[in-house]
């Protein structure tokens, strides 16, 4: 498949191609093995599919946190399967993933939460003054709520588009007494960035280049563009601050 051709496809899409295309192969090194006289209990037979779809996806360079993924799905599917779990599990988790990640089909921008060493590397690059500060994603809050304690001369604001992430972070707000922050139920490509000082995003590569024309055009002189660990393709950023937390994190910074 051409590279070009396999990067209009989104990643659900190509994973799930991956695992069929798995099932093919292993089904078809199962039936050369049984003419032999080797028969793969079907436990065994989904760790092999498992070890194929995660070999394919690694070759066709999907992200990393793709391969455990695609390396677990059979086995876990067999195994459930033979657990003879009730179908409303599936519908209980079915939903509860669907409320958490709403719109990453359309988006590709999973939930990534910050971690807290982030937090404390986000507060050396706030103004001294009254400043205006969005995180666009905000998740469950934790950027805001810290920052609003440290730098409570700020006004906070996030946007969330997936259901529970954003009822966790306004109850989170709402009963924690944060005045000076709100988050809001939409989508960042409608948010006007003019009204900001400070714009922090913790989203993935896909929307990077996007996100950073929309910046460019929106932003006022003065403001900061804040992303954590995703940079803007052909765009070096005038700063980065490596933080030594669990993922190696990398602020990078764009001051207009």
């Known amino acids: ?70 390396f677990i799905f059979a086995p876990a599917l067999v ?36 971690s807290n060493k982030v937090w404390l590397a986000l507060e050396s690059k ?3 003054t009254p400043f205006t500060f969005v995180d666009l994603g905000s998740g469950i809050g934790g950027v805001l709520t810290h920052l609003a304690q440290t730098h409570p001369h700020g006004h906070y604001h996030g946007i969330e588009t997936a259901p529970l992430p954003f009822l966790w972070s306004w109850l989170r707000i709402k009963f924690g007494c944060y005045h000076n922050c709100s988050v809001h139920w939409g989508s960042l490509w409608h948010s006007d960035l003019s009204r900001y000082d400070v714009v922090f995003a913790y989203l993935s590569p896909v929307p990077m280049a996007a996100l ?24 070096p950023p005038q700063e980065s601050i490596k933080v030594a937390d669990l993922h190696s994190s990398t602020l990078y910074l764009w001051r207009f």
């Open 1 to 70: 498949m051409p590279k070009h051709s396999r990067r209009r496809l989104p990643p659900p899409v190509l994973a799930l191609l991956l695992q069929i295309a798995a099932v093919a192969l292993a089904g078809t090194a199962q039936v050369i093995a049984y003419r032999s006289g080797i028969a793969l209990p079907l436990l065994a037979f989904a760790v092999v599919c498992g070890s194929i779809a995660a070999l394919l996806s690694w070759l066709l360079q999907m992200d990393r946190w793709w391969l455990p993924i695609q």
């Open 79 to 114: 195994t459930t399967l033979t657990l003879s779990v009730s179908p409303s599990f599936f519908l209980a988790a079915f939903l509860l993933m669907l409320l958490v990640y709403w719109s990453t089909f359309r988006t590709q921008v999973p939930l990534y939460l910050s």
């Open 126 to 128: 706030l103004p001294d």
């Open 212 to 235: 950073w024309d929309k910046a460019r055009q929106e932003m006022h002189p003065g403001a900061v563009f804040i992303s954590n660990t995703f940079a803007v393709p052909e765009h």
